[in-house]
């Protein structure tokens, strides 16, 4: 701590905000990219016969990757309330 200023803390808030708000869009972005060449679309025009199934699995796998992110962001947010309602302490919450 630096007198009132935790610069630690606000690195840690600084990357965290980079990862979530700028990675995670970047993410879901190349997912959608990935899904249109998989499935044989370029520039709006549909390729016939041009697909590839290896793009479309790494579109789906983009698009687990945020959704993962997404829920266990929620959870995080919610886990004493989720820990006091269901008695399931998640994500390192505790019992009160």
């Not at 610069?7 to 899904?35: D, E, M, N, S």
């Not at 679309?41 to 793009?55: E, N």
């Amino acid at each position: 701590m630096d007198g009132w200023l935790n610069v630690g803390a606000l690195v840690k808030v600084l990357v965290f905000g980079i990862i979530a708000g700028a990675g995670l869009p970047a993410l879901f972005a190349l997912g959608v990219r990935t899904q249109a060449v998989g499935a044989g679309t370029i520039g709006g025009q549909h390729l016939a016969g041009d697909r590839r199934p290896l793009l479309t699995a790494v579109a789906y796998v983009c698009f687990a990757l945020v959704t993962v992110a997404i829920v266990t962001g929620v959870l995080f947010v919610a886990r004493d309330f989720i820990g006091h309602h269901t008695g399931w302490y998640i994500l390192g919450a505790e019992a009160k």
